[in-house]
């Protein structure tokens, strides 16, 4: 039973599912914490898209197939996940923040951009955390969350606003 | 009488008694369960937990000490969680059989929340005999989730708190301060 | 391409970070739940393979005796300590959202 998912492979890849978790999970993770930040929301959802991803191993062609499966079901899920606990009314952004994770030397700052970011509307935010963790262009993004380049653009610029605005830093000229 | 007509009721006798548990679930679950998407079924007994606990002993983490200190009080963790593509996949009718059976006079419902709006409802009961913890059962109704978790054995609030933190389980779950109006059993048959 | 100095900061501020160590270990728990539920549910649609189960559990469990009981010991351990991990997990996942939804009151 436990010997099964170590020799499960993907098709094209041959790389095996153990292989893959050990891979992809910080990007998994973190793409899911720095959205709902929430560690133990965040380990959650990405336990649950290894999950769907070991069901869906067979129809993974390549690599970068793989890592594309992955944003898009992580970013996917994570949205549902706030979603529902925009819903519950769960403890607002300021008392969710990660008691666990004590602040290194400039970790305040990168604490309070984490927060900020985790205020955003949730599109804005998708948009910041592919773009800023994953390094990705906009025709990237919009292609992984089904929407128009312009779309993303759009809320790149209205999410930078919004979080120059909240951080009080001042635009290079 | 051939020895394999002993082996057989022998066999069926203990793995009927594997798969006992104070709480019967009923079989309509098995129906919903090949509607799901995901579906995890733990059923683990006195013996298996106990085998789990030589396994987390070489673990050493804290939280594998914790986890083990909760199993040496169990005497079983049952669990039936399954998820729906979409809501409305098991009705009312699924899970009255379950509440039926926490019913009886060793069951307290020490948590019952209800939310009209998002469509979830969670129930805890703690199950005490002779004065003594016997059990806590937790039953999740959600729009694509049902989850059943039936912790039997002596586990008390304390136990939880030690877990707390670990496993999403918050602090100060024992329910006299989370629910102080919730505590007396409604509408319970005596 | 060049960025501004805020640009930079959530650069660093969203660099990726590794989960809680185990993960790998908890998904691989999870993965064999589901397995295992799947084999179940295979088997108790035909109830009268149950005696056939049953039976073969008894044979299961002789073999075991004879080809090598450390490991299947070994493997029978591992796969329930990963299903008491998952059964917590779940536990406490339910009891976040009576506990949020208490607080809400």
């Not at chain 1, 927060?115 to 998708?126: F, G, N, T």
């Not at chain 3, 649609?45 to 044979?59: D, G, K, T, Y």
Request: glycine residues 6%.
């Amino acid at each position: 039973m436990m010997a099964s998912t170590s020799v499960a492979e993907s098709a094209a890849s041959g790389i095996s599912f153990d292989r893959l978790v050990e891979t992809h999970q910080a990007m998994v993770f973190s793409l899911a914490y720095h959205f709902l930040h929430d560690r133990a929301a965040a380990e959650e959802v990405a336990q649950d898209v290894f999950l769907q991803l070991y069901s869906h191993l067979e129809e993974m062609v390549s690599p970068v197939h793989v890592v594309f499966w992955l944003r898009k079901v992580t970013a996917n899920r994570s949205i549902d996940e706030a979603r529902r606990r925009q819903r519950r009314a769960e403890v607002g952004i300021e008392a969710a923040g990660d008691p666990a994770s004590p602040p290194e030397a400039d970790g305040w700052m990168n604490l309070r951009l984490r927060r900020l970011v985790a205020s955003l509307p949730e599109r804005q935010r998708m948009v910041i955390i592919l773009r800023y963790q994953e390094d990705l262009e906009p025709v990237e993004i919009a292609r992984l969350l089904d929407v128009s380049v312009n779309t993303v653009k759009s809320q790149l610029q209205r999410a930078l606003t919004l979080l120059r605005e909240k951080a009080g830093v001042e635009k290079r000229a | 009488m051939k020895p394999i007509y002993w082996v057989a009721p022998v066999v069926l006798a203990v793995t009927l008694a594997a798969h006992g548990q104070q709480i019967q679930i009923p079989a309509s679950w098995d129906q919903l369960a090949a509607k799901a998407e995901e579906v995890d079924n733990v059923m683990l007994d006195k013996n298996m937990l106990g085998l789990a606990a030589k396994f987390m002993k070489d673990d050493n983490d804290q939280d594998s000490v914790e986890v083990n200190r909760l199993l040496g009080k169990l005497n079983g963790i049952y669990v039936r969680h399954l998820e729906f593509k979409n809501p409305g996949e098991f009705t009312q009718a699924d899970v009255e059989p379950v509440r039926a059976q926490l019913q009886g006079p060793e069951w307290t419902r020490i948590v019952d929340v209800k939310d009209k709006n998002t469509k979830e409802n969670v129930v805890i009961y703690t199950r005490t005999v002779n004065g003594k913890s016997a059990g806590l059962v937790i039953l999740a109704e959600e729009p694509t989730e049902l989850t059943f978790v039936h912790l039997d054995g002596s586990i008390d609030p304390q136990d939880l708190d030690r877990l707390s933190g670990n496993f999403g389980i918050p602090k100060d779950v024992h329910a006299p301060k989370a629910n102080p109006d919730k505590q007396k059993p409604t509408g319970e048959k005596p | 391409m060049t960025m501004d100095p805020l640009e930079e900061q959530l650069k660093h501020a969203l660099r990726r970070e590794q989960p809680r160590a185990g993960f790998a270990g908890r998904v691989r728990a999870r993965v064999a739940v589901r397995e295992e539920t799947a084999r179940r549910a295979g088997w108790s649609s035909l109830p009268q393979l149950r005696w056939v189960v049953a039976i073969l559990l008894c044979v299961g469990v002789v073999a075991g005796v004879l080809y090598g009981h450390g490991k299947v010991e070994h493997a029978r351990g591992e796969a329930a300590k990963q299903q008491v991990y998952v059964a917590l997990r779940l536990a406490g996942t339910k009891m976040q959202l009576a506990e949020s939804k208490v607080r809400n009151f």
